[in-house]
């Protein structure tokens, strides 16, 4: 995940598949994001799930919400 190559190519995947604009939004390119963090809970790419949400399904938690909840799901995300 440390070469130059890989972070060409993910580079071009994350606009082409996860920004999806052109330009990029100032909140993605302009860096502030904590890298370390998302690496931790993420994994060191969009396109390859790891970290600690790697496993993560609260699934069966979900009958226990007692309060109004609106989940969604956009046709392009990502975490499917």
Known sequence: YDSPLYAF?????????????????TCVS????NHE???K???????TIGGVLGDYD???KLPTITVPTLMVHGQFDTMQ
Do not use: H, N, W
């Open 9 to 25: 190519i993910d580079e071009i995947l994350t606009y082409q598949y996860t920004v999806r604009m052109v330009p990029s939004p």
């Open 30 to 33: 302009d860096g502030k994001g």
């Open 37 to 39: 963090i998302y690496v």
């Open 41 to 47: 809970m993420q994994g060191p790419s969009e396109f």
């Open 58 to 60: 609260c699934t069966a």
